[in-house]
């Protein structure tokens, strides 16, 4: 049982630790290899480490290669960050909210 509940909270903890910031396509910077996400007209998103842009196409290294996008096709540009807020937050009430629940069901046990 502990496993499991330990098992749960590394995975939550771990999946909130970043969040998605909306920029535009200008205020890319290109100097940074940011991690971003990019939504396009009529296909699914695509995640990757930015590369380069021009005034035609992006370009972004993915899982499978290089993936060029035409810049009429997108539609919204997301930045990945790293938040230390929820990461620091999560940390303490995962294990908070886990002792308050078996003291909960420990007293409903009891009686």
């Known amino acids: 049982m ?3 509940l330990f098992l749960i909270s590394f ?3 771990f ?6 910031k909306s920029i535009g396509y200008k205020n890319i910077e290109i100097n940074k290899k940011e991690k971003l996400e990019v939504l396009i ?3 699914p998103s695509i995640k990757g480490s930015f590369v380069s842009k021009n005034e035609k196409t992006m370009i ?3 899982k499978n290669g ?3 996008i035409p810049i009429e096709e997108i539609l919204e540009v997301k930045v990945r ?9 999560l940390t303490i009430l995962i294990p908070a909210a886990a002792t ?3 003291y909960i069901v420990a007293l409903i046990f009891i009686q």
């Open 2 to 4: 502990k496993k499991l």
């Open 11 to 13: 995975s939550v903890l």
């Open 15 to 20: 999946q909130s630790c970043y969040s998605s």
């Open 41 to 43: 007209l009529n296909k």
């Open 60 to 62: 972004l290294q993915t």
């Open 66 to 68: 290089q993936g060029t």
């Open 81 to 89: 960050e790293f938040s230390l807020l929820k990461t620091v937050g």
């Open 100 to 102: 308050i629940g078996v």
